[in-house]
T-cell receptor
Framework: GAVVSQHPSRVICKSGTSVKIECRSLDFQATTMFWYRQFPKKSLMLMATSNEGSKATYEQGVEKDKFLINHASLTLSTLTVTSAHPEDSSFYIC???????????????FGPGTRLTVL | KNQVEQSPQSLIILEGKNCTLQCNYTVSPFSNLRWYKQDTGRGPVSLTIMTFSENTKSNGRYTATLDADTKQSSLHITASQLSDSASYICVVRPYNYGQNFVFGPGTRLSVLP
């Protein structure tokens, strides 16, 4: 099956620094990539949707200047948490989607997640 | 408002037993419904995907059912194993691809020896 990787898997940083998280589709070209945030024992919350070469679409309440998304290619998207604060500590998950199958049915494959801890 | 609800919130069963998780949704019209398994500290992994015209889909010991009339889906796990301990998330894709996936809150399953 399709594989989506994230790097790093976990990161600890000081308050005020910026952190970049990479999301790669390893064996397919993604139509769209999504970024989610997940708090403990809660479900995924969509932050933004991005297509290669265009600006990301952010969900209501998500600060686009705080969470910078760059979708450089069909296989790579990055999320940069700028001037991180302790409340930004969370589990960040990306996913990549591709149209597949005879329908076609949009498949969405998730990365393993990145745990961010801001001290 | 498009919503997905799941029940129970959490469930504890003994290894080898069967269980059924429920998903109710208000997304309409919808394109497809998915069940994902998410291990702690990991990203979700797809178990089943059903279009609105399908009633059931199996993947090994996992069987999902869908009743589009009542807007309900269930995920049945047979002969549970310790490795089934995870969160199970129901996700609905609206028919309008301009709308994003709608995630349920998940059911946390614990399988005990």
């Amino acid at each position: 099956g399709a594989v989506v990787s994230q790097h790093p898997s976990r990161v600890i940083c000081k308050s005020g620094t910026s952190v970049k998280i990479e999301c790669r589709s390893l064996d397919f070209q993604a139509t769209t990539m999504f970024w989610y945030r997940q708090f403990p024992k809660k479900s995924l919350m969509l932050m933004a949707t991005s297509n290669e070469g265009s600006k990301a679409t952010y969900e209501q309440g998500v600060e686009k200047d705080k969470f910078l998304i760059n979708h450089a290619s069909l296989t790579l998207s990055t999320l940069t948490v700028t001037s991180a604060h302790p409340e930004d500590s969370s589990f960040y998950i990306c996913s990549a989607s591709i149209l597949a199958g005879p329908s076609p049915l949009e498949e969405q494959f998730f990365g393993p997640g990145t745990r961010l801890t801001v001290l | 408002k498009n919503q997905v609800e799941q029940s129970p919130q959490s469930l504890i069963i003994l290894e080898g037993k069967n269980c059924t998780l429920q998903c109710n949704y208000t997304v309409s019209p919808f394109s497809n419904l998915r069940w994902y398994k998410q291990d702690t500290g990991r990203g979700p992994v797809s178990l089943t995907i059903m279009t609105f015209s399908e009633n059931t889909k199996s993947n090994g010991r996992y069987t999902a059912t869908l009743d589009a009339d009542t807007k309900q889906s269930s995920l049945h796990i047979t002969a549970s194993q310790l490795s089934d301990s995870a969160s199970y998330i129901c996700v609905v894709r609206p028919y309008n691809y301009g709308q994003n996936f709608v995630f349920g809150p998940g059911t946390r399953l614990s399988v005990l020896p």
